[in-house]
């Protein structure tokens, strides 16, 4: 009973009241054009500058078009499940609200925890980057001035104070702090800019492409870059490549942690995280097809690899241009990188699982601006001091963790009774929309088989979809795990790799294939993600083979940052819960009721 009583608190769900879902105290001011700018800012920024030519020159080369089309594919997967919790759960926090609400208290600090970090890590890279692009324009007189007067000499920080970094993201949380519309007008003139630049690029570009870039004879190519054609370092250097282009992905999440300050939340927050996307990838694709048709991949400076194109066929005067779109498109992204992070502080705080003093909202602004200037001042130093290099993995496992569990969120959910009391949110206390966008499960239940004689759940569906998940999942991470460490002895025929992959994928195909059986909600909302389970147990395994592939430093710092918040959340977290709270209110009711029954 004391294990019980010890564990039982870890699981409870954030519940709301119907009459509760909309209130908040923050403004609601965003449209659907807003949000849909702020998640194209957030995530078209460095990458179409930078990691487009890195990807085609060491991995992929041109198949690094078809890196971004993976890439887009399996973040696509990723946006619609959390477009589907936009239309559920209406609320700031992201993840971290979605996975409350479905999974649990301590799986939502999890979430939390790590999207705070992945926040301060993106916000601090950016502003260095924005840093030292600004000072190669004034021909790197900030470095060299602060090297020689204020150098650092410890191993594992940055050679220099970024002081230029650190004034930046202080700067941008006092624009933060001021407004969200303020923030979101300037982040869409910005990205205007952004798009109007690189949309100059891909015209002018073409002018100059070349198809003979796209099939190089192997003879011509220089050593350590592959065998010449679309494919110089084969189908696994593509995916390798789609690995590394699914980072230049992130950013698009931020749209979902503004669920208390959109005006429409249940449409707004789906429409855009799908057009942002689609954009997004149209962007990504044209500037690296540009770049591979104007110049021969193993060429191409993975730094600044737009400008040098244009060096290369005689056009040196766009460098100008494409400057001016790389400091909004850095701009951008750096506001997409902090605009989220002081939303999951106070979502946190609101719900009292950190200090509740962060939760905060300013009377004139409606804006966190405590939350906010601490998360400036948080990303600054970590900018001015810190060598962010080996840090910037950090941001990819906290991401595609929130990735995994918004979409095993999604498939739990579609699964469980509406008569759940911690349920009436997350089944849809809304259904105004009701055309919503998707595949209902209703509207296809008489062409299905069904293990259970219901076309909605109930509690014996519910339990067994519980036990199909779990297996589903056991044996997704372990096909992953095989994947990534025993993919050579798998190619060799072992008999134990053959076997462990056998037993795995029957246990894969056979927990599927139930569930797929199993009636869904048919409850009505403005998005639904199609092709459920098959679509959000594809993104599961696509996070779980990207995060297996980070270097066991990462996971070291992820175990040193999870056990701070450990001691937060068991110190003061677990006893200050809105959710106890509510749980021990209702405790007491019961208690009173039956003591009536009693004395009657």
Not at 16 to 37: G, I, N, Y
Not at 445 to 456: A, E, K, Q
Not at 539 to 553: A, G, H, R
Request: aromatic share 12%; with cysteine; net charge neutral.
């Amino acid at each position: 009973m004391t294990i019980l009583n010890f564990f039982s608190p870890l699981f409870r769900k954030k519940h709301f009241a119907k009459q509760d879902v909309s209130k908040t105290e923050l403004k609601r001011c965003l449209t659907t054009v807003d949000l849909t700018f702020l998640g194209i800012g957030s995530t078209l920024g460095a990458g179409a500058y930078i990691l487009s030519g890195q990807v085609a020159k060491e991995k992929a080369g041109p198949a690094v078009v078809l890196s971004f089309l993976v890439a887009a594919v399996a973040s696509l997967l990723a946006g619609l499940c959390y477009a589907e919790f936009g239309a559920r759960v209406p609320r700031t926090g992201s993840a971290y609200v979605y996975s409350y609400v479905t999974v649990g208290e301590i799986w939502a600090f999890v979430i939390g925890w790590n999207l705070i970090l992945e926040y301060v890590i993106g916000t601090s890279s950016v502003a260095r980057a924005w840093s030292a692009y600004f000072d190669t324009l004034v021909g790197g007189k900030i470095e060299a001035f602060t090297l020689e007067h204020l150098k650092i000499n410890v191993s594992w920080l940055a050679d220099y104070p970024d002081f230029l970094a650190f004034s930046i993201c202080i700067l941008l949380s006092i624009l933060l702090g001021i407004g969200v519309k303020e923030s979101s007008r300037f982040n869409t003139i910005f990205t205007i800019v952004n798009l109007i630049v690189l949309t100059y690029v891909i015209i002018c570009g073409m002018f100059k492409a070349d198809t003979d870039n796209w099939k190089i004879p192997e003879d011509d190519v220089p050593p350590k870059y592959g065998d010449g054609g679309f494919f110089p370092y084969g189908f696994s250097g593509m995916i390798s490549g789609a690995a590394t282009c699914f980072y230049g992905f992130v950013g698009f999440d931020c749209i979902a942690t503004t669920g208390e300050e959109a005006k429409n939340p249940r449409r707004a927050i789906p429409i855009s995280i799908v057009i942002s996307l689609f954009f997004i990838f149209i962007a990504y694709f044209g500037i690296s097809m540009t770049i591979t048709l104007m110049c021969p991949y193993f060429l191409l400076d993975e730094k600044a690899p737009l400008p040098f194109v244009f060096d290369y066929v005689g056009w040196t005067s766009a460098k100008y241009v494409i400057s001016i779109g790389a400091v909004c498109a850095l701009s951008t992204s750096l506001l997409g990188a902090m605009f989220p992070l002081p939303r999951v502080i106070y979502a946190m705080a609101s719900d009292g699982i950190i200090f509740r003093f962060l939760a905060r909202i300013n009377s004139r602004t409606k804006t966190p601006v405590l939350a906010t200037i601490l998360s400036g001042v948080f990303a600054g130093l970590m900018a001015l001091i810190f060598d962010l290099d080996e840090l910037v993995n950090m941001m990819s496992i906290g991401t595609l963790l929130a990735y995994t569990l918004v979409a095993f969120s999604v498939v739990v959910l579609r699964y469980r009774t509406s008569n759940d009391k911690d349920s009436d949110l997350v089944n849809g206390v809304d259904t105004h929309y009701s055309n919503g966008v998707g595949l209902s499960p209703s509207s296809i239940s008489s062409t299905r088989l069904r293990i259970v004689h219901s076309d909605v759940p109930t509690q014996r569906s519910e339990n067994i979809s519980k036990i199909c998940i779990g297996v589903t999942c056991t044996a997704i991470i372990a096909i992953s795990v095989l994947i990534v460490f025993a993919l050579d002895d798998i190619a060799k025929a072992k008999w134990w790799a053959l076997l462990l992959l056998i037993i795995t994928s029957t246990c894969l195909v056979a927990g599927g294939s139930i569930l797929a059986l199993l009636p869904q909600d048919s409850t009505e909302l403005a998005f639904k993600v199609p092709l459920v389970p098959l679509l959000p147990l594809f993104s599961i395994w696509f996070n779980v083979i990207l995060m297996l592939k980070l270097d066991y430093q990462t996971w070291i710092r992820f175990a040193v940052w999870m056990a701070i918040g450990f001691v937060v959340y068991f110190v003061y977290g677990i006893f200050n819960s809105n959710e106890r709270k509510r749980y021990v209110d209702e405790d007491k009711d019961e208690s009173d009721e039956t003591a009536k029954l009693l004395d009657n």
